[in-house]
């Protein structure tokens, strides 16, 4: 087995923890440092990690310095979206870093995820988006079951959101393209309502949105986000001999021959079926594993490839495209900065409940109520 891998992580919340969780648990990684604006998030850190042999993690305020000093194979990106293009970019530039693992949403716009693919392209640094959710072993089993043909033909999947289309919803956006095999979205069509001044993580959100997908293979998708009290990261896929009701960790298939309902709750390969947190642990250390034999050339094809969390954060972008032009929007999306914003920019969106909020401030530290944007 190749040396285990030297990661840096840059921004220490609850996301980044899931990222180092999955690369202990995995074996395969060494933490060998941290980067954050505050040192008790690092500190934080250090209480739930250093029991660990592969946690060696030294303390940086500045994520610059980080990698100019600590030698990096790999640099895990877990800071809110707008930072996501700044450090991913910095990261690829940085002499020795093979690969980066980047919290999703992929980017604040498709235009900055172009951006990150060009800069990790150019230095042959591989670029990796953390929808984890593709590891979980009920998913893998729902798509083999749809490419065994066990429920005919896919026709739809419905699913239910809340907290803004980027911030939940493109976890479930790739959640279509991985069980159905990943098939293109070719059109897509949506709507969206924004009474409030609703934030998330320094991004603007709606409050309520209905998107509808629409694929090449003729499958479609869709989505009740804060519509109804409803929302989880399963879904409900109707064929045409059959449906699956799938959860993130186990799913029902009923079809022509089944009899009835029959119900399957798969172990993980880290976690057993009903374990705490077995979506997390399950999903996380499966992720890091597969990830780093992709870094080390073991295997050539990654499930979590940049590409699929492009398409992830465009399928959602293009429901704001919908809405803001009032038509069916056919991909590639062509206007790459945020629809959302450019709508509230335009007055096509005016607050009736003034007061901006953020749903994601309350991971800020200290007297901090809104991102520090200066310093991501």
């Known amino acids: 087995m190749a040396d285990k891998l030297r990661v840096g992580v840059i921004g220490c919340g609850e996301i980044s923890s899931n990222h180092v969780l999955g ?3 995995s074996e395969r990684y060494e933490i ?4 954050d604006l505050s040192e008790d998030a690092m500190k934080d850190f250090d209480a739930k990690y250093s029991g660990y042999d592969d946690y060696k993690a030294k303390h940086f305020t500045d994520a610059h310095e980080m990698l100019d000093k600590s030698k990096l194979d790999v640099v895990s990106v877990g800071v809110w979206d707008m930072g996501h293009a700044p450090m991913t970019i910095a990261a690829a530039a940085t002499p020795g870093v093979k690969a980066v693992l980047c919290e999703k949403p992929m980017s604040d716009t498709t235009g900055n995820a172009a951006d990150m693919m060009l800069v ?15 590891f979980l072993p009920a998913y893998n089993l729902a798509k083999d079951m749809i490419a065994a043909g066990d429920i005919g033909a896919p026709r739809l999947i419905t699913t239910f959101a809340r907290d803004g289309l980027p911030n939940y919803s493109s976890h479930l956006a790739d959640m279509y393209r991985y069980i159905l095999g990943d098939p293109e979205c070719v059109w897509v069509m949506g709507g969206v309502e924004r009474e409030t001044d609703q934030w998330a993580r320094a991004v603007p959100i709606e409050d309520k949105a209905l998107g509808v997908w629409g694929f090449d293979n003729g499958a479609q998708a ?24 799938l959860s993130v960790d186990d799913l029902k298939i009923m079809n022509t021959t089944s009899g009835g309902w029959q119900e399957h709750k798969p172990d993980g390969e880290f976690a ?4 705490d947190n077995f979506e997390m642990i399950e999903a996380g250390s499966v992720q890091a594993r597969e990830f780093a034999r992709w870094v080390n ?9 940049a590409e699929n969390g492009y398409k992830a954060l465009e399928m959602v972008h293009a429901v704001y ?26 007055g096509h969106l005016p607050v009736l409940y003034p007061g901006r909020y953020d749903i994601r401030n309350r991971t800020l530290r200290g007297e901090n109520t809104t991102l520090d944007t200066k310093n991501v």
């Open 23 to 25: 690369y202990l648990n």
């Open 32 to 35: 060998i440092a941290l980067a």
């Open 120 to 134: 990790c392209r150019r230095n042959n640094v591989k670029l990796a988006i953390s929808h984890q959710r593709r």
């Open 222 to 245: 869709m989505i009740l986000s804060g519509l109804t009290p409803e929302s989880s990261f399963g879904a409900r896929i109707y064929g045409s001999d059959g449906m699956i009701e």
């Open 272 to 275: 057993k079926y009903g374990a």
């Open 297 to 305: 050339g073991e295997i050539e094809d990654y499930r979590g490839v």
């Open 321 to 346: 495209e919908s809405a803001r032009t009032h038509s069916q929007v056919y991909l590639p999306l062509k206007t790459k900065s945020h629809p959302l914003t450019e709508m509230i920019d335009s």
